[in-house]
């Protein structure tokens, strides 16, 4: 060991590691940005050559950079840098006013894009809401999406260049909510139905670009050094790989390639997923991951439950069919996984309600059986609520559970959840003590931005530790029994998500041989409170070994 030169030597800090064998350290060295030794300073420090650098930490944390395992990043940049976006907050007042505003700014055609609207808003949109956005204009397709990003609300001129009339019929996956009187589409469109009408909001190539460079900054600042696009369509690929290409993209990366989404107007064939995977994946890009839509989101009644939304949100529990919101056939489904598996795609399946969970992992369990264990964990996104039957079973299927926090501490979406769910059903919403009892692997997403006002991992840790919003925006507990430790959480933010990512050996945790993808605190995260944990700030942020960010 003393007769290699490290390149780069951190010392004098408090070194987290999150390996278990050797949990804390003081000091660590890099070549070409691989950790070559963690342990004490004074032998780390007999590493040092004639070009080292040397970097005194004076007494600073130091831990593993974070893994976000769900962020449609490039979506996320585009609405912070071209939408109309007025915040999960806004009144209703405050969203029309926003979309007159922008209406008279834009070049008649142009689309205005944007939103939030709130379950809280639909009674001030009345019947006919698209009657109030076309009194604003009828010069511009107006497309605004909900709190879930599941369904939006529109304009006339919108669904016309759309082709939806009173004539379309209903679309397989969707819902087109109707005058009851003429049939004419209302103005509100859920899950597949809003694919075509999303389309008109398209971004240019020069846009893309600009929200690949924001998002980079934006994932370096929080210390995510790695992360996985949940819902990647072909013009995000080649976004992606040319950033890496450019030497833009510091951060890990793996994209999961849509087979089927509410956006898509049909299904990708397998060929051309085979054929995206081999264009696109390059030095710091993975491909070999597939995203699938198992059901919808909650307040808009089209996530998939075993039991019945309530009575009182206007749904007709004497017809009620866990099946009928599921996207996709369950004979279709386990006909799909198991040939992606077949295939050495790593499936990513959306599944919010516990009967889009249970038929998500049958069909692992079809695959399983079919194919054999091919070693693929495939991962049921969100896990917001699973059945006490099925907890054991990610452990016997080697699933994953990838859960979002910032989804379901106390939020905007909240009452909307209590509305059609009741209190009792959402105390057991992401069951993450449970899942960890049942030996489940966790990892984390932010669904940012879809439904997440920011990327923020540290609001996500603080509220899977304490199920509580560490901004102070919203009070109360949700699901307060299932609130874990730091020690149980900063693996699920870290390991495990490298694991996700096919990287385990590379990255997640400090040792030797693996990157020295490391973030810099001014404290230790340990005995903190959460709300503290929650206000995080990044000192600095390294990837591969360089400094990608610096406050």
């Known amino acids: 060991m003393t007769n290699i030169h490290a390149d780069d030597i951190w010392y004098n800090g408090i070194v987290e590691t999150l390996e278990p064998s050797h949990p804390v350290a003081e000091a660590f060295a890099a070549i070409n940005g691989r950790i070559v030794a963690v342990g004490a300073d004074n032998d780390i420090l007999n590493l040092v050559g004639p070009d080292t650098r040397l970097c005194n930490l004076h007494g600073r944390y130091v831990m593993p950079g974070l893994v ?3 962020s449609h990043a490039l979506w996320g940049a585009c609405r912070q840098l071209f939408d109309m976006f007025v915040g999960y907050q806004a009144s209703f007042d405050q969203l029309i006013s926003a979309v007159r505003i922008r209406a008279e700014e834009l070049v008649t055609g142009e689309a205005v894009f944007g939103g939030p609207w709130r379950l809280d808003m639909r009674e001030a949109m009345g019947a006919r809401p698209r009657e109030i956005l076309d009194r604003i204009t009828t ?7 909900d709190t879930t990003q599941h369904s ?5 001129l919108a669904m016309n260049e759309a082709g939806l009339t009173a004539n379309s019929p209903d679309i397989p996956g969707g819902v087109i909510e109707r005058d009851p009187t003429t049939g004419e589409p209302s103005g509100i469109l859920a899950e597949s139905a809003s694919a075509k009408v999303r389309q008109l909001a398209s971004r240019s190539e020069s846009q893309l670009h600009q929200a690949a460079k924001y998002f980079v900054r934006y994932f370096n600042s929080l210390g995510i050094t790695a992360f996985k696009e949940p819902m990647a369509f072909e013009t995000d690929m080649q976004v992606y790989k040319n950033a890496d290409l450019k030497g833009e993209l510091t951060l890990h990366m793996a994209a999961h390639l849509v087979r089927t989404s509410p956006m898509a107007v049909e299904a990708i064939s397998y060929d051309r997923l085979e054929k995206i995977r081999r264009k696109y994946a390059s030095k710091n890009v993975r491909t070999g991951y597939a995203k ?6 909650a307040p808009s009644h089209t996530a998939s439950f075993i039991e019945p939304y309530l009575a009182e949100s206007g749904y007709d529990i004497t017809t009620h069919n866990p099946g009928a919101t599921l996207l996709i056939d369950p004979d279709e489904l386990n ?3 198991s040939e992606l598996d077949r295939r050495g795609f790593v499936i990513k399946m959306h599944a919010v309600g516990d009967y889009a969970a249970r038929t998500g992992l049958d069909a692992i369990e079809t695959a399983r059986r079919r194919n054999g264990a091919s070693g693929l964990r495939h991962e049921i996104a969100h896990s917001a609520f699973i059945s006490d039957e099925d907890l054991p079973r990610f452990r016997k ?3 994953v559970a990838e859960v979002s926090p910032k989804l379901w501490f106390p ?7 209590i509305a059609v769910l009741g209190t009792p059903r959402l105390e057991k919403c ?5 899942l960890l009892n049942a030996g489940a692997e966790v990892i984390y997403g932010s669904d940012w931005p879809a439904a997440a006002p920011d990327a923020n991992p540290w609001t996500g840790l603080a509220g899977m530790i304490s199920r509580q919003d560490s901004s102070d925006n919203f009070n109360g507990v949700v699901g307060g029994t299932q609130a874990i430790s730091l020690k149980e959480a900063l693996p699920i933010f870290t390991i495990n998500g490298a694991r996700s990512l096919g990287m385990e050996t590379e990255t997640g945790s400090l040792a030797g041989g693996k990157w020295a993808d490391f973030i810099v605190l001014d404290e230790s995260l340990n005995n903190k409170h959460f709300s503290q944990i929650g206000a995080t700030e990044i000192r600095q942020t390294f990837w591969k070994g360089q400094l990608v960010f610096a406050r």
């Open 68 to 70: 976000e395992s769900h």
């Open 139 to 145: 010069s511009h397709p107006v497309i605004l999406y």
């Open 152 to 156: 939006i609300w529109c304009n006339s």
């Open 292 to 297: 699938l839509f198992l059901d919808g989101v």
């Open 335 to 337: 006909q799909t996984v």
């Open 397 to 399: 299927l080697d699933a």
């Open 411 to 417: 939020n905007p979406a909240t009452a909307a959840q």
């Open 430 to 434: 992401h069951r993450i003590r449970d």
